[in-house]
């Protein structure tokens, strides 16, 4: 139903679980120490906003990962289609999506892969109420992951991967950690609001580049037609009779 070349994710159902989502995968690519990692977000309180994986199971050469279905879409249909939220629901979103981080770091989990279409609307069965969902964990080998990393920033695959990270793993060496985890989230709330990615680029090189400050202020932000219509009258007065002062010899 849904994925790309080394995985797909069918919806699934029988007697013990109901309605899950199956991601198959060949065995190959599979991470078993990762899918280990995973396991900490099992133990204790579950986390209420975090996408619950079941089961693992290999068939032949595939492994079958069962896991909570988020019956709602994810984050990126709400972007592709520039859908205007409420200041109440982004808030709850914003504030879901970081409580589901903030309990997940706390268990010592770091996601790594935040991004739109790892973010799901669920409605719980019975109830009247949205959550908010994470779910995308990469339990793709390591040097799998290297792989696709190096084919990205090549740019043989979409950057859209790229776009939702942090900096400094798009500059430097590729390590997340919570902070790294947070920047993503930043970056889908910033979709949310503005329905494009908060850094504007094309290739991997655009995306490494950094501005200085006098290059940020020659933004058109800053510099836009816009801007005059902003400035309010009373501001053009001080400035003009700033500058009057000025011509004037007097202190300012």
């Given amino acids: 139903m849904a994925g790309f070349k080394r995985y797909m994710?069918?919806?699934?159902?029988?007697?013990?679980?109901?309605?899950?989502?199956?991601?198959?995968?060949?065995?190959?690519?599979?991470?078993?120490?990762?899918w280990n990692k995973i396991g900490i977000l099992q133990e204790g309180?579950?986390?209420?906003?975090?996408?619950?994986?079941?089961?693992?199971?290999?068939?032949?050469?595939?492994?079958?990962?069962?896991?909570?279905?988020?019956?709602?879409?994810?984050?990126?249909?709400?972007?592709?289609?520039?859908?205007?939220?409420?200041?109440?629901?982004?808030?709850?979103?914003?504030?879901q999506l970081f409580e589901g981080l903030r309990l997940m770091h706390s268990k010592g989990f770091v996601h790594g892969n935040i991004r739109s279409k790892n973010v799901f609307l669920h409605n719980p069965h019975g109830s009247n109420r949205v959550i908010v969902k994470i779910a995308g964990f990469d339990m793709v080998k390591p040097e799998k992951r290297q792989y696709r990393e190096m084919k990205s920033k090549a740019g043989i695959v979409s950057l859209e991967r790229q776009l939702s990270k942090a900096p400094e793993q798009v500059i430097r060496?590729?390590?997340?950690?919570?902070?790294?985890?947070?920047?993503?989230?930043?970056?889908?709330?910033?979709?949310?609001?503005?329905?494009?990615?908060?850094?504007?680029a094309t290739t991997v090189p655009e995306l490494q580049t950094r501005f200085t400050a006098e290059q940020a202020l020659q933004h058109h932000y800053f510099t836009g037609p816009q801007v005059q219509l902003e400035i309010s009258t009373e501001a053009k007065q001080v400035a003009s009779s700033a500058l009057q002062a000025q011509q004037n010899g007097d202190a300012i």
């Fill in 45 to 95: 309180e579950p986390i209420p906003f975090v996408v619950k994986y079941i089961a693992q199971k290999q068939v032949e050469q595939r492994e079958i990962i069962l896991m909570d279905f988020a019956n709602m879409e994810s984050l990126d249909c709400i972007i592709e289609r520039n859908q205007d939220l409420s200041p109440g629901t982004l808030r709850a979103i914003a504030k």
């Fill in 173 to 200: 060496d590729g390590k997340v950690d919570a902070k790294t985890d947070i920047w993503s989230a930043g970056v889908v709330l910033f979709q949310l609001v503005g329905f494009e990615y908060l850094i504007k």
């Fill in 9 to 34: 994710i069918f919806l699934v159902h029988n007697v013990q679980t109901g309605l899950v989502a199956a991601k198959v995968m060949e065995s190959a690519d599979f991470d078993n120490e990762r």
